[in-house]
């Protein structure tokens, strides 16, 4: 009879313990459930936020487009594109409400386009910027051109499909132009040049070919100029906040002659129908670099929706203050 009773207790305790550890496991569930749910509203809501901040830079856009108008005073609309210069820094909106995010919009002619430079630029591009590597000029200089010309015949320095073939590499040359900026670390002999350097900051595949415009370059994209220094892009940056550049004439004032002479076939003065949109949240606003949406796009005029080219939900980018 005892031993009766003891078993009865053993496994009503037993009973209790699955009851408890069902019940613990239902709860564990729901507040999983129910923290899902919170995390997926906060993503819907910030997604929107998103949204609602790209459609105002693509309005923007394209009334930087538009031909100059008389809008009434008593209108509440007041076009600010005038004032901004597109070189990264935080919009004034035309239309205002950023509901907590920031819009930047960064021309590209502010960034150097790789695609399509000659032989002769290729290699002053390179004697800049090579450094230590200055040896290997006439090396690197046949790889590039070997990568984006349209045949598998190899340059006396060059490295053509047999080169990649033969160390075992997964990939052999394009023989086009370049699909991406990144891509140019593929080149034979390039990866450990640029291993140092955010390719994405300072090269497009847009644009004018071979040229930027100071009016919106950074420092790090006017150093790769040949010619240019550290100290000559300082100096170039400091002006154009006081007066944008209209010509080559108003640059050579604050450079030498030695680097006029270097740098003046890299540039261009023009504004350019393609651009990066960044948007980030304005509690990052302050900070140097961020991770932000991206969107590269093209304006073909003010009467259509700017073209995406590309997208990057979540990238880590430079920003102007």
Do not use: C
């Amino acid at each position: 009879m005892i031993r009766s009773r003891g078993s009865v207790l053993i496994i009503v305790m037993w009973l209790i313990m699955l009851g408890l550890i069902l019940v613990t496991a239902m709860a564990v569930n729901i507040r999983l459930s129910a923290t899902t749910v919170i995390n997926y509203n906060e993503s819907l809501h910030s997604w929107s936020r998103i949204l609602a901040s790209l459609n105002k830079a693509h309005m923007e856009l394209l009334i930087n487009q538009m031909p100059a108008i008389n809008v009434r005073k008593t209108s509440s609309f007041k076009k600010t594109s005038e004032e901004n210069s597109f070189d990264g820094r935080a919009l004034k909106l035309s239309y205002p409400g950023s509901d907590g995010m920031t819009i930047r919009i960064m021309d590209l002619s502010g960034k150097l386009n790789i695609s399509g430079l000659n032989e002769i630029k290729i290699k002053q591009f390179l004697e800049h910027n090579l450094g230590e590597y200055n040896k290997n000029i006439p090396l690197m200089s046949d790889a590039w051109l070997d990568w984006i010309d349209k045949d598998d015949l190899k340059r006396l320095n060059g490295a053509e499909r047999q080169y990649y073939k033969k160390n075992n590499l997964s990939y052999q040359p394009r023989n086009d132009n370049f699909m991406s900026v990144d891509e140019i670390r593929l080149i034979k002999g390039f990866d450990e040049v640029f291993k140092d350097i955010d390719l994405e900051t300072v090269l497009t595949l847009y644009g004018k070919s071979g040229t930027v415009n100071p009016n919106f370059a950074s420092a790090e994209v006017l150093k790769m100029l040949p010619g240019m220094s550290e100290e000559a892009a300082k100096e170039l940056i400091a002006a154009r906040k006081i007066q944008p550049f209209k010509n080559m004439s108003e640059v050579s004032i604050h450079l030498s002659p030695s680097v006029i002479s270097k740098v003046s076939g890299w540039m261009n003065f023009k504004k350019s129908d393609y651009y990066t949109i960044i948007i980030h949240a304005d509690t990052l606003k302050d900070e140097r670099s961020v991770y932000a949406y991206v969107e590269e796009v093209k304006v073909n005029n003010f009467s259509k929706p700017p073209t995406v080219l590309r997208v990057i939900p979540y990238a880590k980018v430079n920003i102007e203050q």
